[in-house]
C-alpha cells in the first residue's frame, strides 16, 4: 500500500518540472539509497530495501524509477512512479537475476532520445551523494550531454511543508509522546539500554509507525558523550542521567522526542541545574522562531547563554533544525546560516552539550510548525515539559 497519493505526488512533479523549465533541463535524474532517502521519497513515497536507484524526470512525459530487479516489484506495488528499468549500478553487487530485464545506461540514453529527440542538458540531484561507478556510468552512458548539479534548488523544494505533509508530522510527533512515555516508564537501576529502546519502539510500531529517523538514542552516564549512543547492553546505574530520543515516522515522515532523566527517578541539585541550562536554551531558541528570522538570529540568544555559562566548549550542534523525511535535515538554523524561517516549515529546537565533566552528554528536543501567528507546537506535551525545566 503506497503512502503518496496521485494529487501530492503531481504537485511535486510539476514543481520539478518548473525548476527544470527555469534551468534549461531536458532530464533529470534524482539519486536516492537507504541512506539519502529524502531526495527520492519525495517524488515517489517509497525506498528500496538493499538496492539504490534515481528517479527519472523528463520534461515532457512520464517519470521512470531506475533501480533494481529486487526493488522492482516492490516499486509496482508501493511508489507513486510505478515505471521501472533496471540497471546493474544499482543491484546488489555480484548477485544474479536470471529472469530480470537489465539495461545500462546507453541504451536508457537510447530509448529517451527515441521519445524526446535530441537530450543537451541533464539536471542531477544528490551527485555527490552516488558511488563512483554510478557517476561514471551515467556520464559515459549520456555522452555529449551537459550535467548539470541543482541538488540545492531540489531541495529547497522540500523547505515548506504541504497541509498534507505537516498532517503527517503530527501524526508522528503524536507516536514520539506514546515513545516518550514508553521510554520513561522503563527507565529504573539495573534495566539495559535495549530493554528501553524496545520500549519504545514498540509503542511506535503497535500505533502504526512506518519507520524510524534513526536508531533509538538511549545514552546512561558517560555513553551519553557519543552524541547519538544506539541502545547497548549497559545496565542503568544509580545516580547517572540517561539522554534518550527516538524519531517514529508516519507515511514516511518524522517526529521526535528527546529528553535527559534521572535513573533514580529524581534529579540531584546539580541535574537540576544541568537541566535548567538546557530549558532556558529551549525556551530562548524557541522565541526565535518568527517569521523571516535568519539561522544567525535563531542561534544566537542561546549560543550567548553558553558562553555566559561555560557551556560552548561542549556543544556539539546547533539549536534549531528543520524536520520532515529525515529527523533532521536542511535547513539547519545554525550561526552562519543565512536561510529564514518562512510559514509552513516544520522545525526542531534540539539542545544539547556533549563530554561535560560532570553531567556528561544531554539533549532535549521537540518540534513546531512555523506560522505567521507564531510557532505552533507539535507536541504540546513535550513543548510543556521542556519548557518548564
Not at 530485464?101 to 540531484?125: Q, W
Not at 549497559?234 to 535527559?260: Q, S
Not at 528543520?322 to 536561510?339: K, M, Q, R, V
Request: one cysteine or more; a neutral charge; proline letters at 5%.
Amino acid at each position: 500500500m503506497g503512502y503518496l497519493g496521485k494529487e501530492e505526488c503531481d504537485v511535486r512533479l510539476n514543481k520539478v518540472k518548473q525548476l527544470m523549465k527555469e534551468k534549461g533541463l531536458d532530464i533529470t535524474l534524482v539519486y536516492y539509497d537507504e541512506f539519502n532517502i529524502g531526495n527520492g521519497w519525495y517524488l515517489t513515497g517509497w525506498c528500496p530495501q538493499f538496492e539504490s536507484g534515481a528517479v527519472l524526470i523528463p520534461a515532457k512525459g512520464e517519470p521512470i524509477i531506475l533501480g533494481g530487479p529486487e526493488s522492482e516489484p516492490f516499486a509496482k506495488q508501493d511508489s507513486a512512479i510505478t515505471d521501472t528499468r533496471n540497471f546493474p549500478v544499482f543491484m546488489v553487487p555480484d548477485e544474479e537475476y536470471p529472469n530480470a530485464t537489465i539495461i545500462d545506461f546507453p541504451k536508457l540514453f537510447a530509448e529517451l532520445t527515441a521519445k524526446m529527440g535530441k537530450i543537451k542538458r541533464v539536471g542531477l540531484v544528490g551527485a555527490g551523494r552516488m558511488p563512483a561507478d554510478c557517476y561514471k556510468q551515467i556520464v559515459e552512458g549520456f555522452s555529449g550531454v551537459e550535467l548539470v548539479d541543482v541538488t540545492g534548488q531540489y531541495i529547497q523544494l522540500r523547505y515548506i511543508k504541504s497541509r498534507w505533509e505537516i498532517e503527517q508530522i503530527r501524526a508522528a510527533f503524536s507516536l514520539a509522546d506514546a515513545c516518550y512515555d514508553a521510554m520513561i516508564s522503563a527507565v529504573k537501576q539495573g534495566v539495559s539500554e535495549i530493554e528501553i529502546a524496545a520500549a519504545g519502539e514498540h509503542a511506535a510500531r503497535n500505533r502504526g509507525a512506518s519507520g524510524f529517523g534513526f536508531s533509538a538514542i538511549v545514552g546512561s552516564g558517560k555513553r551519553a558523550n557519543a552524541v547519538v549512543p544506539t541502545a547497548s547492553s549497559k545496565k542503568l546505574e544509580a545516580g547517572e542521567l540517561v539522554m534518550l530520543g527516538l524519531a517514529p515516522k508516519v507515511k514516511g515522515y518524522a517526529g521526535v522526542f528527546g529528553h535527559t532523566v534521572p535513573v533514580s527517578g529524581k534529579y540531584t541539585d546539580s541535574q537540576k541545574e544541568c537541566l535548567k541550562h538546557l530549558g532556558e536554551t529551549f525556551k530562548l531558541t524557541k522565541s526565535q522562531l518568527v517569521v523571516g528570522k535568519s539561522g544567525r538570529e535563531i542561534d544566537k540568544p542561546g549560543r550567548e547563554y553558553y558562553a555566559k555559562h561555560n557551556l560552548l566548549k561542549y556543544m556539539v550542534c546547533p539549536f534549531a533544525h528543520t524536520i520532515g523525511l529525515h529527523e533532521a535535515e536542511s535547513p539547519f538554523f545554525g550561526p552562519n546560516s543565512d536561510d529564514v524561517l518562512k510559514p509552513g516549515m516544520t522545525v526542531c529546537v534540539d539542545v544539547s552539550f556533549f563530554g561535560h565533566p560532570e553531567w556528561n552528554g544531554t539533549r532535549i528536543e521537540t518540534g513546531f510548525e512555523i506560522t505567521e501567528k507564531g510557532a505552533v507546537p507539535m507536541s504540546p506535551k513535550m513543548d510543556k515539559i521542556l519548557s518548564s525545566l
